[in-house]
């Protein structure tokens, strides 16, 4: 089964830098997978903040982190990152990554389909911008 583990959370000031990380691991999992991360603050409902396709390596972000965030993938360790840079208190949630082996998840970020056709999820990790 495939497995996602994401990590990189913590507190930091804003203005300040984090980068998550994304390990995937399973079977029929290849090389140039695709990831999605996604947010979820408190009362908040869950939102695309970026993706990086399958095929292609083509990324995506939302407007409220165009500029700020970047989303790279180290073949060779199955590992989709995210480095945040700039980071505001209202970037403050829980950090999910995901993928699918049948929606890709930037359609997912893009808004043209719910997360809820992303069949795996790594456990979220924790980002608190705050002074």
């Known amino acids: 089964e495939v497995q996602l583990q994401a990590s990189g959370g913590g507190l930091v000031q804003p203005g300040g830098s984090l980068r998550l990380s994304c390990a995937a691991s399973?079977?029929?999992?290849?090389?140039?997978?695709?990831i999605g991360w996604f947010r979820q603050a408190p009362g908040k409902e869950r939102e695309g903040v970026s993706c990086?396709?399958?095929?292609?390596?083509?990324?995506a972000y939302a407007d409220s982190v165009k500029g700020r965030f970047t989303i790279s993938r180290d073949y060779a360790k199955r590992t989709v990152y995210l480095q945040m840079n700039s980071l505001k208190p209202e970037d403050t949630a829980v950090y999910y990554c995901a993928t699918d082996f049948e929606t890709s998840p930037c359609t997912v970020v893009s808004g043209a389909a719910s997360y809820y056709r992303l069949d795996y999820w790594g456990k979220g990790t924790l980002v608190t911008v705050s002074s």
């Open positions: 990086i396709h399958r095929t292609d390596g083509s990324t």
């Open positions: 399973g079977p029929g999992l290849d090389y140039k997978f695709g």
